[in-house]
């Protein structure tokens, strides 16, 4: 017996939903937090606690996701009912072909969501710096009115330009044989 038409209705409706919930526990941080866009303090804080859910909340809901595409992928295919038996009912007649490749569509950024949400693919996007390479001041080739962050640390200075630093945020260096992460 085929399922009524308000339960698979349902199924979509799940689905929908479930595969939404974990493609924006990726997106929204991703989009929120990246380097030279203006954020705000709600936005920061929304996108850092959606990216400390996201491991497990992207997991369970590609889950559900892939349990509803199931259900929707064996849908009323027959008289009896059961996945994968075409008795009666010719696939491309019900837009069991369409269904299946929506499905298919659907579930590729849901899977890819859910393995980023466990990478730091911020470190990706800010690019920290190991190894700084300087120039002498003489031989420096910043504007005059170009702004710099200076450290100095005993006889040892180090001045790090800012258009520099606003893109790559994190620079591990050494000053006065002092280990120092600098950071803007």
Known sequence: ???????????????????STAIALFFIPAIIIQPFKH???LGLSLAMALRQRAPWSTLVAALAAFG????LWCGPT??????GSMMQVKWWRK??????????????PVVFS?????????????HPVDSPRFDAEAASKLDPGEMI???RYGSDARAYPILQMAYHHVLNDV????PIAVTY
Do not use: K
Not at 7 to 19: D, H, I, K, P, Q
């Open 149 to 151: 962050l200076a450290v």
């Open 78 to 83: 027959s008289a009896d009912g059961v996945c």
């Open 1 to 19: 017996m085929p399922s009524p038409p308000n339960r698979r209705g349902l199924l979509w409706v799940l689905f929908v939903v479930s595969a």
């Open 39 to 41: 954020q705000t303090a």
């Open 68 to 71: 509803f595409a199931i259900m």
């Open 114 to 126: 859910t393995v980023m949400a466990r990478l730091n693919y911020f470190e990706w996007m800010f």
């Open 175 to 178: 000053v006065g044989s002092v």
């Open 95 to 108: 837009g069991r072909l369409w269904r299946r490749v929506v499905l298919c569509v659907v579930l590729v």
